[in-house]
């Protein structure tokens, strides 16, 4: 079964960075995009960006192109989230979700969550 | 970027009420349209995609149209299960934008 499990929770300060991981279980890795929303508390699903697990082509957001870095590693399925200098309105939880076909398709996988709180 | 409007952003209706919420995009992007159910503190789950395709598993008192820039998510019978935030989103390309979400309550 399709499994997507993220790393655990994460207290930052204002200005740190934080690394997020996704690791894929349950099928072919590099034959499906993922990408990553989050959701500040109480607000809506924002979209991140997305990576193509097999090249590891990347396409961000236009907000987050100077702070996020998305990267994957083929041997352990795993792809990884990375935002810079983080401000308080950073503060939500991270999800990584899988795209479920081959082109331009949803998001049929999300992984659990991983709540990023950014604190002085 | 295309926008999204979703509407209304909240409603309360009664057990078995029909319910309509829609999602306007200010370009057409043909049927690339999904609707997503979150109940609060877990994961969005995919309930219909291309518009109109009922996801494996979801009941069949959801259903989706539209096509172009307007699109409707129904709930034919609203159950007490369906408590949740609804969401649209364009997936024709980057950025895959959500709409601001929809929350449904039991009158």
């Known amino acids: 079964q399709v499994q997507l499990v993220q790393s655990g929770a994460e207290v930052k300060k204002p200005g740190a960075s934080v690394k997020v991981s996704c690791k894929a279980s349950?099928?072919?890795?590099?034959?499906?995009?993922m990408h990553w929303v989050r959701q500040a508390p109480g607000q809506g699903l924002e979209w991140m960006g997305i990576?193509?697990?097999?090249?590891?082509?990347?396409s961000y957001a236009q907000k987050f192109q100077r702070r996020l870095t998305m990267t994957r590693d083929t041997s352990t399925s795993t792809v990884y989230m990375e935002l810079t200098s983080l401000r308080s309105e950073d503060a939500a939880v991270y999800y990584c979700?899988?795209?479920?076909?081959?082109?331009?398709?949803?998001?049929?996988?999300w992984g659990q969550g991983t709540l990023v709180t950014v604190s002085s | 970027d295309i926008q999204m409007t979703q509407s209304p952003s909240s409603l309360s209706a009664s057990v078995g009420d029909r319910v309509t919420i829609t999602c306007r995009t200010s370009?057409?992007?043909?049927?690339?349209l999904a609707w997503y159910q979150q109940k609060p503190g877990k994961v969005p789950k995919l309930l219909i995609y291309?518009?109109?395709t009922l996801q494996s598993g979801v009941p069949s008192r959801f259903s989706g149209s539209g096509s172009g820039t307007d699109f409707t998510l129904t709930i034919s019978s609203l159950q007490p299960e369906d408590v949740a935030t609804y969401y649209c989103?364009?997936?024709?390309?980057?950025?895959?934008?959500f709409g601001q979400g929809t929350k449904v309550e039991i009158k």
């Open positions: 989103q364009k997936y024709n390309s980057a950025p895959q934008t």
């Open positions: 291309a518009a109109s």
């Open positions: 979700a899988r795209e479920m076909g081959v082109v331009s398709s949803p998001f049929d996988y």
């Open positions: 990576i193509n697990p097999s090249g590891g082509s990347t």
């Open positions: 370009q057409g992007i043909s049927n690339y």
């Open positions: 349950g099928y072919t890795f590099t034959s499906y995009y």
